[in-house]
């Protein structure tokens, strides 16, 4: 890792360090853990305060994104492989990556590396695209996605619904799974275009053999109308905010359920 990228990250979060924390997507309503996604935060020296990537990655240059990125899969899949041995756990690990990353002549390359160093199946390791960024449009693109497809790796869409071009995206990318966002999510029973929006995507979702992840669930409430629905894979405060894996090892019982709301 290019510790230039970290001392550009103080220069604009502060004196600190590197922190990776982890947010569940669980099973409803048996609690199964079947996923963790992976965040990048900046622990600020002195200060309980953890800052988040929005803050600084917009002044990186696409090298230092590119670096982070490989920092944060390397490391990240490193601390899963402990938390497997100690408990069992047999989900998968979802990572973030820009669109704008997916054109990387290392990314298929690095990825596999680092699965192998920590023998790590690549079918637990899924890319989430996110798209604060258009994706670019170009056969470097394809081969990369193609060539992590065909290694295992899956491929997610963030926040689908939200961004550039998201049915564009959905035929080109092919992915394994979408997730939708809190913006959706949030108050089913309060807004029916979100239930019907909602609905739509679930039906898109199962003619295209793609699996579902809702974001933002907070509550009960929600949990369950998303269910009635026919979600089945949520995400959300209601099963706890992002912590560090050490943490997470605590709530896990021997057959990979959460014992209890952290």
């Given amino acids: 890792m290019d510790r230039d990228v970290f001392s550009e990250i103080a220069g604009h979060a502060g004196a600190g360090s590197p922190s990776l924390v982890y947010q569940p997507q669980v099973q409803y309503p048996g609690g199964e853990l079947v996923g963790l996604e992976v965040l990048f935060r900046w622990r600020a020296d002195n200060a309980p305060r953890r800052h988040s990537p929005l803050t600084f990655l917009p002044r990186l240059t696409p090298s230092q994104t590119s670096e982070l990125f490989f920092w944060v899969v390397d490391e990240s899949v490193s601390e899963a492989r402990v938390l497997s041995n ?21 990314l298929v390359q690095r990825i596999e590396q680092v699965a192998l160093r920590n023998q790590w199946a690549p079918e637990r ?64 029973r309060g807004d029916r275009r979100n239930e019907e929006i909602v609905r739509a995507l679930l039906g898109l979702a199962q003619r295209l053999d793609v699996k579902v992840v809702a974001e933002g669930v907070e509550s009960v409430e929600s949990a369950d109308a998303l269910h009635a629905l026919g979600v089945r894979v949520m995400q959300g405060y209601l099963f706890g905010e992002p912590r560090e894996l050490e943490d997470w090892a605590q709530f896990l019982n021997q057959d990979g359920r959460l014992l209890a709301q952290p």
């Fill in 86 to 106: 100690w408990t069992g756990w047999r989900g998968h690990l979802s990572v973030n990556i820009e669109a704008d990353q997916l054109g990387d002549p290392e």
């Fill in 125 to 188: 390791l899924i890319m989430e695209v996110t798209e604060r960024r258009p994706i670019p449009v170009f056969p470097s693109v394809m081969r990369n996605i193609q060539a992590l497809q065909q290694a295992g790796i899956q491929i997610a869409m963030d926040d689908f619904g939200e961004g550039y071009a998201s049915f564009e995206y959905l035929k080109r990318l092919s992915p394994s799974q979408i997730k939708i966002p809190a913006g959706f999510t949030g108050d089913l």
